[in-house]
């Protein structure tokens, strides 16, 4: 594995530090600002002042976990400080594939694929490491998009097309990643936010699998399909932790090439060890685009 290199954030407590900031949005935890490093724009992730008792703790952790990986789809770190609590980013001009989805609609089958086999390496390379990292908040919110540049400048001369082929996606807020050790699985203490990304196995005994990761991955796809939240037509939003114990699934639209649907109801397994791997999901992925690419979207069928 290569180790990401993180440094200390001398001096982010000095005034002249945040004189040229933008305000970019805040989070349950944490505020979100724009600044200039050395002529780069980066971003600083601020733990809030009166969630630091509670949030501490993930901060260190979304620290030590960014100090060990590095990956092309996983969002980089480059610095940290405790005084106050702040990460340093890379900025994602993007923004979060939540917001893009919103602002753009359902994007091509193309989009669909790219993004989600940038999403399934970056958690196949967690699940690699020793021991393996399970992200636990994998949603479309904490999928950040970029223009790489590279591309763009061989592809186009100016990108207008939004789901252009030079827009990647990364995975990013690791403050609730665990490493697993010594069983198959840990052990979470609570369960905060929606649980529309959420196995039912975390719902129903607080464990989580690296296959928890894999539900997760399958609504993030079906988001990329459907541009819609999970569940956004549940009537009772207090009965649904339930319902989705219970067996509860979004409806995969009619359009979805079969061989992508059957993908998504795997990733959807009520029992996490019927799940596929994320190596076994960019194998298949592999296929579904080769197909797609030699012999058209018809072709897409089991």
Sequence with gaps: ???ASLTRLDGIEKESFWAEKEYLGSGGFSDIYIVD???TKKILKVLKMFEMEISCGDFQQEVVTMSSIKHNHIVSFSSWSMSPCTIM???MKEGDLRTFLVENGVPSLEFQLRIAVHIASALAYLHSQHPLIVHLDLKSLNVLLVENEELGERVSAKISDPFHPAIVGKVSDFGNAQRVTMTD????PEIAGNCGWTAPEILATSKAYPASDVYSFGMVVWELMTAKLPFFDHQWMS????DIINGLRPTIPPSSPPLLTHLIN????EKP???PSFDDILEK???ISKKMINFGVDELTL
């Design 239 to 242: 009965q649904l932790e339930g």
């Design 266 to 269: 795997e990733t959807w397994e």
């Design 273 to 275: 060890q019927k799940r």
């Design 37 to 39: 490093d050395a002529g």
């Design 285 to 287: 992925l592999d296929v």
């Design 89 to 91: 980013m890379e900025y």
């Design 185 to 188: 699985h840990v052990v979470l």
């Design 1 to 3: 594995a290569v180790t």
